[in-house]
Each structure stands twice: as structure tokens, then as C-alpha cells.
Nanobody
Framework: QVQLVESGGGLVQAGGSLRLSCSFA????????MGWFRQAPGKEREFVAH????????RYADSVKGRFTVSRDNAKNTVYLQMNSLKPEDTALYYC?????????????????WGQGTQVTVSS
């Protein structure tokens, strides 16, 4: 089975930066596409970013495009989310997710494995 563990969350001021990490264990990391999602209290879980098996394809939500960067290091079985120019509306629990195959949508239901999340809080 696949196990995912997020880390790197914390409290930052608006305009600051954080880098989240997601470690992968249990199967072949390079066979899985990886995604980042977030969920704020009272809101649905929303898509943030996605990266393909090789890292050659990435996708971002419009709300984070130009501020966040997703990357992966297959040798370390780790995916990253670099978050710059953070805003209070970025405050949420951030989840790492994994899926196999090729899909054209990036909804939570299309991902097979999930971590427990790491909290990001951005103060104004």
C-alpha cells in the first residue's frame, strides 16, 4: 500500500513563503502522478497543484498560479510545494495525494492515496 506524509506547514505572515514536502513509501514513486489539495474550515477540498510521473507536466489552480511551484525528486521519493507571496486566503490544511495512470481532471475523487495533511496559516 502507498503511504504519504506531509510536512513543512506552519504560521507565516502575509507575503512570506513556505515549502511543503510529501514523502512517499510503499510502492514505486515514479509510477505515480502527485497532487496537492487544500481544505479550509467549512469549505470543500480544492485542487492546488499537480505534477506528472516524470515531472514534465504541471497544473495549477488559478488562485495560486505564479505564486506556488510543485516539483518532485524521484530519487528521494518526495514531492514539494513551494509557496511564495502567501495570502491569508491560502490558510488551510494542505494534503498530498497520489494516483496512477493518465487522467484529464484533477478532482479529489481521481486520486487514490492521501496523506493526513499539514496546516498552513497565513496571518494578515
Amino acid at each position: 500500500q502507498v503511504q504519504l506524509v506531509e510536512s513543512g506547514g506552519g504560521l507565516v505572515q502575509a507575503g512570506g513563503s513556505l515549502r511543503l514536502s510529501c514523502s512517499f513509501a510503499g510502492r514505486t514513486f515514479s509510477s505515480y502522478a502527485m497532487g496537492w489539495f487544500r481544505q479550509a474550515p467549512g469549505k470543500e477540498r480544492e485542487f492546488v497543484a499537480h505534477i506528472s510521473w516524470s515531472g514534465s507536466f504541471t497544473r495549477y489552480a488559478d488562485s495560486v498560479k505564479g505564486r506556488f511551484t510543485v516539483s518532485r525528486d524521484n530519487a528521494k521519493n518526495t514531492v514539494y510545494l513551494q509557496m511564495n507571496s502567501l495570502k491569508p486566503e491560502d490558510t488551510a490544511l494542505y494534503y498530498c495525494a497520489a494516483r496512477g495512470g493518465v487522467r484529464s481532471v484533477f478532482t479529489p475523487a481521481t486520486y487514490d492515496y492521501w496523506g493526513q495533511g499539514t496546516q498552513v496559516t497565513v496571518s494578515s
